[in-house]
């Protein structure tokens, strides 16, 4: 299972964190999500080919903006 970091501007409560989880757990092969508004952070671990791309277009949705950190 691969693991990918993600930093994410915008968000600020749980709410936030709540609503980029919904989206991105909804991309085939996502396995588990972490989120943090404190931090920023978004890690998705996947036993599928997600992209980059993928991930980034379900935070856009959610209403954030990401960018690959590792």
């Known amino acids: ?9 915008g968000m600020t409560c749980s709410h936030c964190e709540m ?12 396995a588990d999500i972490s989120v943090s508004a404190a931090t920023g952070k ?6 599928g080919d997600v992209t980059d791309a993928a ?4 935070v856009a949705e959610a209403g954030y903006e990401a960018v690959r950190a590792s």
């Open 19 to 30: 609503s980029i989880r919904e989206e991105v757990s909804q991309i085939d092969g996502v």
């Open 42 to 47: 978004l890690e998705v671990s996947a036993t």
């Open 55 to 58: 991930v980034i277009a379900a």
């Open 1 to 9: 299972m691969a693991t990918t970091e993600y930093q994410v501007t």
